[in-house]
């Protein structure tokens, strides 16, 4: 069963009788577990549906007729998050400080939110009725957290003995029609050198239903195991780099594009130039920082003519400590765009201490701290991958709450040209 959270005026559900709070019980004599089976039972033209209304016990059972273009205009609950069923020593998880968000402190591996939202997954913790499920509704592409296709290793990394062989597991859904793009959380002396060659190599002969491969740094925290596990050095970076520009070289020879991508954080720790634009295909990867430098640039060029009434202005630019030194790159071009001038704030983590440097993790209460005491800032653009979709930052301190506490206007931005394509208030 699963609750109607909200319903569209004027759409099938509305028509039907589905409130908020409506238990949708069975599409087809089929029960209903969670946003899958709705979205996927209720793609026929006509089907059966049984549900409760709220504080009725009644079922109630009703014939659909939903026409190929209508949507039924309903949405319902979130899945229950499926727990991990790993280890890992870099665990974000493991690593949180005490006091966040109740959602921070679990570590979920679904292979749901992989297919709908992009979220790695490591499917180690499918059973029989998940593989099932995958194969049915063709949840694909799903983002795979490969790590190293040496089954040891990867057991190692995950710190899991149970794990199964993840190339077996791969080609299973793959025969069926599923693809992946696939990820290396690279750490030193555990997955990187001749394994993550072999591991580029082994995805690589996989076929094209390996769409692409990304090599990410090990991130820690100042609570990670650090006697278990430590970052990468220039050196190890610069080697990792190597490895992934070769791999690209040859996919791009052999299939036409570059398909093995190292993550903008491993370039920067290598001190190694990042790739122009066009090595990053159509920047699948984006979301897991790969080639969001390049991305953003592009977002800029596109966006150029649309940025008016800026000229003359003052913007603080909020970011973590990591993308501090790529920033430049674009807010050079966003100056030229828009005539307005562009001052780089980067702040500190303090919540996770200073070795976390992501934007994505910054806390509110940082960010608000940095910005009180500037004076003669016409806007703040504050990094949109640091605040969840209820508009909270990672320690529930909210936007509104931060806004109200600065001397400028705050917007928050994932592109810069969203942010600015509404001029201020004259
Ligand atoms: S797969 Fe590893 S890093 Fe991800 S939630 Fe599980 S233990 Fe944490």
Same mark, same amino acid.
Request: proline share 6%.
């Given at each position: 069963?699963?609750?109607?959270?909200?319903?569209?005026?004027?759409?099938?559900?509305?028509?039907?009788?589905?409130?908020?709070?409506?238990?949708?019980?069975?599409?087809?004599?089929?029960?209903?577990?969670?946003?899958?089976?709705?979205?996927?039972?209720?793609?026929?033209?006509?089907?059966?549906?049984?549900?409760?209304?709220?504080?009725?016990?009644?079922?109630?059972?009703?014939?659909?007729?939903?026409?190929?273009?209508?949507?039924?205009?309903?949405?319902?609950?979130?899945?229950?998050?499926?727990?991990?069923?790993?280890?890992?020593?870099?665990?974000?998880?493991?690593?949180?400080?005490?006091?966040?968000?109740?959602?921070?402190?679990?570590?979920?591996?679904?292979?749901?939110?992989?297919?709908?939202?992009?979220?790695?997954?490591?499917?180690?913790?499918?059973?029989?009725?998940?593989?099932?499920?995958?194969?049915?509704?063709?949840?694909?592409?799903?983002?795979?957290?490969?790590?190293?296709?040496?089954?040891?290793?990867?057991?190692?990394?995950?710190?899991?003995?149970?794990?199964? /062989?993840?190339?077996?597991? %791969? +080609?299973?859904?793959?025969?069926?029609? =599923?693809?992946?793009? !696939?990820?290396?959380? $690279?750490? #030193?002396?555990?997955?990187?050198?001749?394994?993550?060659?072999?591991?580029?190599?082994?995805?690589?002969?996989?076929?094209?239903?390996?769409?692409?491969?990304?090599?990410?740094?090990?991130?820690?925290?100042?609570?990670?195991?650090?006697?278990?596990?430590?970052?990468?050095?220039?050196?190890?970076?610069?080697?990792?780099?190597?490895?992934?520009?070769?791999?690209?070289?040859?996919?791009?020879?052999?299939?036409?594009?570059?398909?093995?991508?190292?993550?903008?954080?491993?370039?920067?720790?290598?001190?190694?130039?990042?790739?122009?634009?066009?090595?990053?295909?159509?920047?699948?990867?984006?979301?897991?920082?790969?080639?969001?430098?390049?991305?953003?640039?592009?977002?800029?060029? /596109?966006?150029?003519?649309? %940025? +008016?009434?800026?000229?003359?202005?003052? =913007?603080?630019?909020? !970011?973590?400590?990591? $993308?501090? #030194?790529?920033?430049?790159?674009?807010?050079?071009?966003?100056?030229?765009?828009?005539?307005?001038?562009?001052?780089?704030?980067?702040?500190?983590?303090?919540?996770?201490?200073?070795?976390?440097?992501?934007?994505?993790?910054?806390?509110?209460?940082?960010?608000?701290?940095?910005?009180?005491?500037?004076?003669?800032?016409?806007?703040?653009?504050?990094?949109?991958?640091?605040?969840?979709?209820?508009?909270?930052?990672?320690?529930?301190?909210?936007?509104?709450?931060?806004?109200?506490?600065?001397?400028?206007?705050?917007?928050?931005?994932?592109?810069?040209?969203?942010?600015?394509?509404?001029?201020?208030?004259?």
């Amino acid at each position: 069963m699963i609750k109607v959270t909200s319903v569209l005026h004027d759409s099938i559900g509305e028509g039907i009788g589905l409130v908020p709070g409506t238990e949708l019980i069975s599409v087809g004599g089929r029960e209903l577990e969670d946003f899958l089976d709705w979205e996927f039972l209720t793609a026929d033209e006509e089907f059966t549906l049984v549900y409760r209304q709220p504080g009725d016990s009644s079922e109630y059972e009703v014939e659909v007729e939903r026409p190929v273009e209508e949507q039924i205009g309903v949405a319902v609950e979130p899945p229950r998050i499926r727990r991990c069923a790993n280890r890992c020593d870099f665990c974000f998880v493991e690593g949180n400080p005490d006091g966040l968000r109740d959602v921070l402190s679990i570590r979920d591996d679904d292979y749901r939110l992989s297919f709908r939202y992009g979220n790695f997954a490591t499917l180690t913790n499918l059973k029989q009725h998940d593989t099932d499920r995958i194969i049915e509704y063709r949840l694909s592409p799903l983002y795979v957290s490969v790590h190293a296709t040496d089954p040891v290793v990867r057991r190692w990394v995950l710190r899991n003995p149970q794990a199964a /062989e993840i190339l077996p597991q %791969l +080609r299973h859904f793959a025969d069926h029609g =599923i693809q992946f793009h !696939t990820q290396i959380v $690279m750490a #030193p002396g555990i997955n990187d050198g001749e394994v993550l060659r072999q591991t580029l190599r082994d995805l690589y002969d996989f076929g094209p239903d390996v769409l692409s491969v990304s090599v990410v740094p090990v991130g820690l925290t100042e609570f990670s195991k650090h006697h278990l596990i430590r970052e990468p050095d220039d050196v190890e970076c610069k080697r990792a780099v190597a490895a992934v520009e070769e791999a690209a070289a040859r996919a791009l020879a052999e299939r036409g594009e570059p398909w093995a991508y190292g993550a903008d954080e491993l370039y920067l720790r290598a001190k190694v130039e990042l790739p122009p634009a066009e090595l990053y295909g159509s920047f699948d990867q984006v979301e897991n920082g790969v080639g969001s430098v390049r991305w953003l640039q592009e977002q800029v060029r /596109e966006g150029a003519e649309e %940025l +008016r009434g800026w000229t003359g202005r003052r =913007i603080a630019v909020v !970011t973590g400590t990591s $993308m501090g #030194p790529l920033m430049p790159m674009v807010l050079g071009p966003l100056s030229e765009a828009t005539g307005a001038t562009f001052e780089l704030l980067q702040v500190e983590n303090d919540l996770f201490g200073p070795r976390v440097t992501t934007a994505g993790l910054l806390p509110g209460h940082a960010m608000r701290d940095a910005l009180q005491g500037l004076q003669g800032f016409d806007l703040a653009l504050l990094p949109g991958e640091c605040v969840n979709d209820d508009g909270l930052f990672i320690d529930s301190l909210s936007v509104a709450a931060l806004s109200a506490d600065v001397p400028m206007p705050v917007r928050v931005s994932k592109t810069f040209v969203d942010a600015l394509m509404e001029p201020l208030a004259a």
